[in-house]
């Protein structure tokens, strides 16, 4: 069934739980918020929930290197004791996470991170692009704020699909992870580099070369 936005927000701000855990509650439970509350406790997301706000200042910055060296990643990731820093899960979770963001290539971790500029600027070519499928001006609207879901799920890490489990968001692998260990965990920056990214590769014309050995 659709899910209003009204509803995701208060189930979200009843339980915490992400905004698209909670929408999937609600389907889930047909609109019904005490089942999707309780849907949302036996996938164990809304206890991740309330440990959320608790403050996360130890961790890992995880490395990962693909392709012989060509796309390096680092990837800073929190917990709150260095008890759990040390934990296998932790790091086997923070490898995955760099190797995920090597392979996915996101530009941010959330999508509150998006500069609201590129928002409104991708908001313009989509809304073009409707109109130029002949769509009614009235549901473009509609059709953009759609759309834009789908930007977010390919630029912004936590609502990426899990590159080893695309069942699963990298936010609910995230919230285990959180749930199993049982302290608050947060992806809090990276970066990616691959080599020679934004460079211009020189492509040499080896003909016109030889040529002018020759001509001297």
Do not use: W
């Not at 941010?108 to 109109?131: C, G, H, S, T, W």
Request: proline share 2%; aromatic share 6%.
């Amino acid at each position: 069934m659709a899910v209003d936005a009204k509803s995701v927000k208060e189930l979200r701000e009843k339980t915490g739980a992400g905004m698209l855990d909670c929408k999937k509650a609600l389907e889930e439970s047909n609109g019904d918020m005490t089942k999707a509350i309780e849907f949302l406790r036996e996938k164990g997301l809304a206890a991740a929930a309330n440990k959320a706000g608790r403050i996360a200042t130890e961790g890992v910055v995880e490395s990962y290197i693909h392709a012989g060296g060509r796309i390096g990643v680092l990837v800073e990731i929190n917990s709150e004791t260095d008890f759990v820093a040390k934990n296998e899960q932790f790091k086997e979770f923070a490898r995955d996470v760099a190797m995920h963001i090597a392979a996915m290539s996101p530009r941010y971790v959330r999508r509150e991170e998006v500069p609201q500029e590129e928002i409104e600027k991708e908001k313009e070519i989509l809304k073009a692009q409707a109109l130029n499928e002949g769509k009614p001006e009235k549901i473009v609207e509609k059709m953009v704020e759609g759309r834009i879901g789908k930007y977010y799920e390919e630029f912004c890490l936590l609502e990426q699909p899990f590159v080893k489990d695309p069942d699963k968001t990298i936010a609910q692998l995230l919230n285990e992870k959180i749930s199993t260990i049982g302290e608050n965990i947060t992806i809090r920056r990276f970066a990616r580099y691959e080599l020679g990214e934004g460079l211009e590769k020189k492509v040499d014309n080896f003909v016109e070369e030889v040529m002018s050995q020759v001509n001297k």
